[in-house]
């Protein structure tokens, strides 16, 4: 059993499980959650104002939360940028991980990126980060350059993804598929998809 796995089975009584987990809007009520994954999951972790910067631009961004109950397990966030947008930052609570919970978080983002119009999709990645590689790739992203030393203080690479033709039916039929494919049906509240 993997640690996330073990972790999941010793859960504390409270929480609902997996199937309980609803992708919403993020506001400000949900940034301390937000704050503690962060922590625990970057190792350049965003600060409280940034990610109030973030909130205070509804025209151009789309952030959304994972919420067990009214705990946060995950977020992800979206940058509108002309036809573009781009993946800010997408983050699961570590004892959560492998649930579906993070393919929940892009199904639900790349959904919001078709509906603002975009076209295509633009997010980068430590060169390190299998997980997260391996969860861009399901969702059509694939390396499109090397910014060299990007995360420099960690003397490390960045890879740049793209996922092109994000507004054609080909995609959304991508997407649907994804959906079918997850082990807990998609639950969202207050997210215009
Ligand atoms: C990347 C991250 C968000 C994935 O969240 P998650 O909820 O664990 O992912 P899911 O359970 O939805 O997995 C979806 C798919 O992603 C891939 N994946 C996720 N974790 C993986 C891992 N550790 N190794 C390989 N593939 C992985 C798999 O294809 C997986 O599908 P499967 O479980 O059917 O094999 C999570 O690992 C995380 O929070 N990492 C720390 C923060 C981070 O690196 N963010 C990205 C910054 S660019």
Do not use: K
Not at 1 to 17: K, L, V
């Amino acid at each position: 059993m993997s640690a996330a796995r073990a972790a999941a089975a010793h859960r504390a009584p409270d929480a609902a499980g997996d199937d309980a987990v609803v992708i919403a809007p993020m506001r400000r009520r949900h940034l301390r959650g937000v704050l503690a994954i962060e922590q625990r999951t970057n190792h350049r972790p965003w600060s409280l104002g940034l990610f109030l910067g973030e909130l205070r631009m509804p025209t151009s961004r789309c952030y959304v939360v994972a919420l067990d109950g009214h705990r946060v397990v995950g977020f992800s966030g979206l940058m509108l940028t002309g036809d573009g947008g781009h993946v800010t930052n997408i983050a699961v609570h570590p004892d959560r991980h492998r649930e579906g919970i993070g393919a929940r978080l892009m199904l639900v983002t790349m959904r919001q990126a078709i509906r603002r119009g975009l076209q295509a999709v633009t997010l980068e990645v430590r060169a390190s980060n299998v997980a997260a590689q391996s969860l861009y790739r399901r969702f059509g992203f694939a390396p499109g350059g090397i910014r060299r030393n990007y995360y420099a203080d960690v003397g490390e690479d960045g890879i740049v993804m793209w996922a092109h033709d994000v507004d054609g039916e080909e995609y959304a039929a991508r997407l649907d598929q994804l959906e079918r494919s997850l082990r807990v049906p998609l639950r969202t509240e207050g997210v215009f998809l």
